[in-house]
């Protein structure tokens, strides 16, 4: 065999080697982020696939941008983490995203002076990848910086774009999950705050809910999330402990076979206090079930 | 965005000299409260003084709830600042939190501040019994300090202002401070009170590069002795000096010696 054979050999196993190094690393990060996604809690997935990302690339630094509102961008999920919650002006950072049309942006150099609209990030670093992420309501960056100067060959690119597709999907679920948190908080302190007793049946069969009065009045271990045999055998009981229960029971046929399904005004005399009762249909194209509420 | 209006910026003193001098007030008042301090600079130094925004004259309209989230978005404002008005050789006197925001601001953007002067300042005001710091006050204390605020504002402020001046025998130096706790839109008030009490900023001592000098203030509410020595003993190139006041705002109740302490260090 010529000797240039060996060479063209090695030549042909580093082009291939480069290539399915970079398709191999954006492999592992989708194959991570998918087992991660199943197996662990969600409130560390962005800060995990973030940090993922900073060592496939061999990253100095990562961390994502989120552009909350006119007047902020605000640092998060950073590696090293003393970034974490910087504040950074948005409008500067708006019109470059603008300007390269919100695509990944390569810096081989990192531009000089006020150029560099990340400076705070990126004080002292050769290279820098920008990723913008669309979502909504807020736009997130990730951003990537690098001591060393960087080639950003093609296979790289094509690395970074894999894994932008699998980020917006992780930055889309963290969102959702963050929103969705809020709203159960909000509403769970506001129904708790309610001072009747407010009990949920789904007729879904498998879960109810009740509020903190709701629980004290039946005797549950604590509020919130409840089987609805639960519920229905405490309400029994609170029933049968009626001074009028049999009076109860008549209306409770009539509320079941009436066509409106709902009562309210109704009467249970209990022993040392009188209960004001509502029963309620809660229908939406979600969720259907009945609301009791004792006042 | 303005800067110049956003932060109601005044620049005096002599346009002409090398170096500035930039004054940022603490929670609570605004650039007013440097009034005493002020002339004795004015000869030889440009001075720059702003409100921060949620306070004194700032633009209200720029108060956002997720910039001034925490300090962070404050310590951008002061780069704002100084980048806006192109300032050079700039020493940075932060009384109270604006101390913590100058350190941060010089962290961010090295070489934007030369010198750093913290007066009445805290890195984290909620002891931490982890590692034996005092803060000053307890988790009961804060919690106790928030309900206060969220049920009755006004009262809170009244009650605080005569805690935190001291100087009893100056009423008139608590009631001012009271009239100007209570110009604050009581929500926000809330919410920056929130970031500063519950704000920890110790990790970032180490962080600073520029000469420091810790004014201590004395039977302080706010700010316990030992803070001042935690901050003389964590900031690398930092000295410490007391002034003979009692209360959190020694440039309003002894500008003279925070004046004497000031031209001490520049």
Request: aromatic share 10%; with cysteine.
């Given at each position: 065999?010529?000797?240039?054979?060996?060479?063209?050999?090695?030549?042909?196993?580093?082009i291939?080697?480069t290539v399915?190094?970079w398709d191999?690393?954006?492999?592992?990060?989708?194959?991570?982020?998918?087992?991660?996604?199943?197996?662990?809690?969600?409130?560390?997935?962005?800060?995990?696939?973030?940090?993922?990302?900073?060592?496939?690339?061999?990253?100095?630094?990562?961390?994502?941008?989120?552009?909350?509102?006119?007047?902020?961008?605000?640092?998060?999920?950073?590696?090293?983490?003393?970034?974490?919650?910087?504040?950074?002006?948005?409008?500067?950072?708006?019109?470059?995203?603008?300007?390269?049309?919100?695509?990944?942006?390569y810096?081989?150099?990192?531009?000089?002076?006020?150029?560099?609209?990340?400076?705070?990030?990126?004080?002292?670093?050769?290279?820098?990848?920008?990723?913008?992420?669309?979502?909504?309501?807020?736009?997130?960056?990730?951003?990537?910086?690098?001591?060393?100067?960087?080639a950003f060959d093609p296979e790289f690119l094509e690395c970074i774009e894999?894994?932008?597709?699998?980020?917006?999907?992780?930055?889309?679920?963290?969102?959702?999950?963050?929103?969705?948190?809020?709203?159960?908080?909000?509403?769970?302190?506001?129904?708790?705050?309610?001072?009747?007793?407010?009990?949920?049946?789904?007729?879904?069969?498998?879960?109810?809910?009740?509020?903190?009065?709701?629980?004290?009045?039946?005797?549950?271990?604590?509020?919130?999330?409840?089987?609805?045999?639960?519920?229905?055998?405490?309400?029994?009981?609170?029933?049968?402990?009626?001074?009028?229960?049999?009076?109860?029971?008549?209306?409770?046929?009539?509320?079941?076979?009436?066509?409106?399904?709902?009562?309210?005004?109704?009467?249970?005399?209990?022993?040392?206090?009188?209960?004001?009762?509502?029963?309620?249909?809660?229908?939406?194209?979600?969720?259907?079930?009945?609301?009791?509420?004792?006042? | 965005?303005?800067?110049?209006?956003?932060?109601?910026?005044?620049?005096?003193?002599?346009?002409?000299?090398?170096?500035?001098?930039?004054?940022?007030?603490?929670?609570?008042?605004?650039?007013?409260?440097?009034?005493?301090?002020?002339?004795?600079?004015?000869?030889?130094?440009?001075?720059?003084?702003?409100?921060?925004?949620?306070?004194?004259?700032?633009?209200?309209?720029?108060?956002?709830?997720?910039?001034?989230?925490?300090?962070?978005?404050?310590?951008?404002?002061?780069?704002?600042?100084?980048?806006?008005?192109?300032?050079?050789?700039?020493?940075?006197?932060?009384?109270?939190?604006?101390?913590?925001?100058?350190?941060?601001?010089?962290?961010?953007?090295?070489?934007?501040?030369?010198?750093?002067?913290?007066?009445?300042?805290?890195?984290?005001?909620?002891?931490?019994?982890?590692?034996?710091?005092?803060?000053?006050?307890?988790?009961?204390?804060?919690?106790?300090?928030?309900?206060?605020?969220?049920?009755?504002?006004?009262?809170?402020?009244?009650?605080?202002?005569?805690?935190?001046?001291?100087?009893?025998?100056?009423?008139?130096?608590?009631?001012?401070?009271?009239?100007?706790?209570?110009?604050?839109?009581?929500?926000?008030?809330?919410?920056?009170?929130?970031?500063?009490?519950?704000?920890?900023?110790?990790?970032?001592?180490?962080?600073?590069?520029?000469?420091?000098?810790?004014?201590?203030?004395?039977?302080?509410?706010?700010?316990?002795?030992?803070?001042?020595?935690?901050?003389?003993?964590?900031?690398?190139?930092?000295?410490?000096?007391?002034?003979?006041?009692?209360?959190?705002?020694?440039?309003?109740?002894?500008?003279?010696?925070?004046?004497?302490?000031?031209?001490?260090?520049?």
């Open positions: 065999m010529p000797p240039y054979s060996h060479s063209c050999d090695y030549l042909i196993f580093s291939v080697y399915s190094t191999r690393k954006a492999l592992n990060f989708i194959n991570q982020t998918s087992r991660w996604d199943k197996d662990k809690h969600i409130s560390s997935f962005l800060a995990f696939s973030i940090s993922l990302v900073k060592n496939l690339t061999e990253a100095n630094v990562a961390l994502q941008l989120e552009l909350e509102d006119e007047a902020t961008a605000k640092v998060k999920c950073a590696s090293p983490v003393h970034l974490n919650d910087i504040v950074m002006n948005p409008e500067p950072i708006r019109k470059l995203l603008y300007a390269q049309g919100f695509k990944t942006i810096w081989r150099e990192i531009p000089p002076g006020k150029e560099n609209v990340f400076k705070e990030v990126l004080p002292a670093f050769s290279s820098a990848v920008i990723i913008p992420i669309n979502t909504t309501p807020n736009n997130s960056l990730l951003i990537l910086g690098w001591s060393e100067p960087q894999t894994m932008r597709l699998r980020l917006k999907e992780i930055l889309l679920q963290s969102q959702q999950h963050l929103y969705f948190q809020r709203i159960a908080i909000r509403f769970s302190a506001i129904l708790h705050t309610i001072p009747h007793a407010l009990v949920f049946i789904n007729n879904d069969g498998f879960s109810g809910w009740v509020n903190q009065e709701g629980a004290t009045l039946l005797e549950l271990s604590g509020p919130g999330e409840q089987l609805p045999a639960i519920l229905s055998e405490a309400m029994t009981q609170l029933r049968n402990k009626a001074l009028n229960a049999a009076d109860i029971y008549k209306e409770a046929v009539l509320l079941f076979s009436s066509p409106e399904n709902s009562i309210s005004n109704w009467i249970w005399q209990m022993e040392h206090k009188t209960l004001q009762v509502s029963c309620l249909p809660v229908t939406s194209p979600q969720i259907s079930g009945r609301l009791w509420i004792f006042e | 965005m303005d800067i110049i209006q956003r932060n109601n910026i005044h620049v005096v003193g002599n346009q002409d000299a090398l170096q500035t001098l930039v004054f940022s007030h603490g929670f609570g008042i605004d650039q007013t409260s440097f009034s005493k301090i002020i002339p004795a600079f004015e000869k030889d130094y440009q001075v720059v003084l702003f409100d921060n925004v949620g306070g004194g004259k700032a633009d209200m309209k720029a108060f956002s709830p997720k910039r001034y989230e925490s300090i962070n978005g404050y310590a951008t404002d002061v780069a704002d600042i100084i980048q806006a008005l192109d300032l050079k050789n700039v020493t940075f006197i932060g009384h109270s939190v604006s101390g913590i925001i100058g350190m941060l601001t010089s962290i961010h953007y090295p070489g934007m501040i030369e010198r750093l002067i913290l007066l009445g300042s805290s890195p984290r005001y909620l002891n931490d019994s982890r590692d034996g710091y005092t803060g000053g006050f307890d988790n009961y204390a804060l919690t106790s300090l928030f309900e206060a605020m969220e049920g009755n504002y006004h009262a809170w402020a009244s009650g605080f202002s005569k805690l935190a001046m001291r100087n009893e025998d100056r009423p008139e130096l608590a009631a001012a401070f009271a009239s100007s706790l209570q110009a604050i839109r009581p929500d926000v008030a809330i919410q920056v009170a929130r970031s500063i009490f519950y704000m920890d900023h110790r990790k970032d001592l180490a962080k600073v590069t520029i000469p420091t000098l810790v004014i201590q203030t004395a039977n302080d509410i706010a700010v316990p002795a030992q803070v001042s020595e935690y901050l003389e003993a964590n900031i690398p190139d930092c000295r410490r000096t007391k002034v003979q006041t009692e209360g959190h705002f020694p440039h309003i109740s002894a500008p003279q010696e925070v004046i004497a302490a000031i031209q001490s260090f520049l």
